[in-house]
């Protein structure tokens, strides 16, 4: 009985232990054109997303470094900006991202089409001088493309090559240690509360065949003990589903 309980104990703990950390994409830097206004849309609404996209980009963590349009514009001399305003193609924002010495370039645009806003990013690989990636969404007002933006994003760098294991919001790397804690104490409880409560049924058909009271009071009491293992665990149990659930949304 005591070795069980050990044993039961312990589970927990190999639960936790967490798995080794899967190889991590390397990380390449990202030169980021500030979002253009399309076809009525204003310029303090372009400017607004433009920093909310960048936000967005840096807390992904996908990207070695995340260069913002004000940064592009102080890294390039007047000439190679004269040639940014008429940059729409390929070839040429791969000949800036050249210029700029990083691998990768996205050229944000937001238009009004039907009354409707359409978010367009796309990134360009420079060494190959094609799109890399492209993703869209399509918001019927301010509010709603505000909060679809970071959709949008997660998209393009699913397309990209699927998420960075951290594009997820920070925490505990989605609480994989705390799944694994309640997955863990879950299973402990299960076999707790079925060992416990089979015991005490046991022991309870051997009081009622006891022929003296000697062995009924032996076998009462293993069965109080056995019943106690048995509560312990589906408290075990309840409490691993409790840290399991709130891992899955937090």
């Not at 349009?69 to 890294?75: E, F, T, V, W, Y």
């Not at 305003?85 to 390929?90: A, I, M, Q, S």
């Not at 409707?116 to 990013?121: A, E, G, T, W």
């Amino acid at each position: 009985m005591a070795g069980f309980l050990s044993f039961i104990l312990c589970l927990p703990i190999f639960a936790a232990e967490p798995t080794a950390p899967a190889a991590e994409t390397k990380l390449q830097g990202i030169a980021v054109f500030d979002l253009e206004p399309i076809n009525g849309v204003s310029a303090d609404l372009a400017k607004l997303l433009t920093e909310s996209l960048l936000t967005r980009l840096n807390k992904s963590r996908y990207f070695e470094s995340v260069v913002g349009g004000s940064d592009i514009r102080a890294m390039l001399d007047m000439e190679q900006q004269k040639q940014v305003l008429g940059c729409g193609n390929e070839q040429c924002l791969a000949e800036l991202g050249g210029a700029l010495g990083v691998p990768l370039m996205m050229n944000p645009t937001l238009g009004l089409v039907g009354g409707r806003f359409v978010l367009n990013l796309k990134v360009i690989a420079v060494e190959e001088a094609k799109a890399k990636a492209r993703a869209e969404g399509v918001f019927d007002n301010e509010g709603d493309l505000l909060s679809g933006l970071p959709k949008v994003v997660d998209e393009l760098l699913a397309e990209m090559g699927g998420k960075h294991p951290s594009v997820a919001e920070p925490g505990l790397k989605r609480n994989g240690p705390l799944k694994w804690i309640g997955i863990g104490s879950t299973l402990t409880g299960v076999v707790a509360a079925a060992y416990g409560f089979s015991q005490a049924q046991e022991a309870y058909e051997a009081q009622l065949r006891a022929p003296t009271d000697f062995e009924r009071d032996r076998h009462e009491k293993d069965g109080d003990s056995a019943q106690a293992v048995g509560l312990v665990g589906s408290a075990v149990l309840v409490g691993g589903l409790v840290v399991w659930g709130l891992s899955l949304i937090m």
